[in-house]
Nanobody
Framework: QVQLVESGGGLVQAGGSLRLSCAASGIFASINAMGWYRQAPGKQRELVAT???????DYTDSVKGRFTISRDNAKNTVYLQMNSLKPEDTAVYYC???????????????WGQGTQVTVSS
């Protein structure tokens, strides 16, 4: 089982920055991709950014050039540096990872509990 614990959310003014962190713990053989999703009130959860185990990244168009995803494989931690924040970035941000509990197991999808990011105008 993999537990994901996020931190770093909060309230910030438009144009400001926040850095989210998500640490994976528990018993698992390997972690494949890690990523961040967000869900604003009344909207569906959407992908923000992903990063593979070898460092390849992908971003949704609305955050390109403003957000940077990174990971520390030794610490099983993924980060999301968010710059030039806008009110429309306000949402609950969820950490996600694909992991194998044992070497030959299939990949399972795991979620953190979410952290609130609020950007005031």
């Amino acid at each position: 089982q993999v537990q994901l614990v996020e931190s770093g959310g909060g309230l910030v003014q438009a144009g400001g920055s926040l850095r989210l962190s998500c640490a994976a713990s528990g018993i698992f053989a390997s972690i494949n991709a890690m990523g961040w999703y967000r869900q604003a009130p009344g909207k569906q959860r959407e992908l923000v950014a992903t990063i593979t185990s070898d460092g390849s990244t992908d971003y949704t168009d609305s955050v390109k050039g403003r957000f940077t995803i990174s990971r520390d494989n030794a610490k099983n931690t993924v980060y999301l540096q968010m710059n030039s924040l806008k009110p429309e970035d306000t949402a609950v941000y969820y950490c996600n990872c694909l992991a194998r509990r044992r070497t030959l197991d299939p990949l399972y999808n795991y979620w953190g509990q979410g952290t609130q990011v609020t950007v005031s105008s």
